[in-house]
């Protein structure tokens, strides 16, 4: 069964970082494009950030442009969300995704096709 798994998540004070990691399971997603997403309490999952299949572009939201990056390993089938400059706002379950879009980076919930379980995120103040 294709997997996504997802860890690196916990808590950290405000301005500190975390590196979320990503690993494929049961199939390869090494061509496939990859996202993160992000859920807050009682808010929707939103877009966080979302790479090519061959890393060759990047796309992030507003809110955390220039804050975190997002790479991938292809040898080992991984996607990374590197996140600094942390705040209380950043406090979600954190969720990798693969597309089998790849023209294009896809930004949207309905362009993704397989999801990991999620990884808490919590940021205090």
């Known amino acids: 069964q294709a997997q996504l798994v997802e860890s690196g998540g916990g808590l950290v004070q405000a301005g500190g970082s975390l590196r979320l990691s990503c690993a494929a399971s049961?199939?390869?997603?090494?061509?496939?494009?990859k996202g993160w997403f992000r859920q807050a309490p009682g808010k929707e999952r939103e877009f966080v950030a979302a790479?090519?299949?061959?890393?060759?572009?990047?796309y992030y939201a507003d809110s955390v442009k220039g804050r975190f990056t997002i790479s991938r390993d292809n040898a080992l089938d991984t996607v990374a969300l590197q996140m600094n400059s942390l705040k209380p706002q950043d406090t979600a379950v954190y969720y990798c995704?693969?597309?089998?879009?790849?023209?294009?980076?896809?930004?949207?919930?309905?362009?993704?096709?397989?999801w990991g379980q999620g990884t808490q995120v919590a940021v205090s103040s």
């Open positions: 995704a693969a597309s089998q879009i790849t023209r294009v980076t896809p930004t949207t919930m309905r362009e993704y096709d397989y």
């Open positions: 790479i090519t299949w061959n890393g060759g572009n990047t």
């Open positions: 049961g199939r390869t997603f090494r061509f496939y494009s």
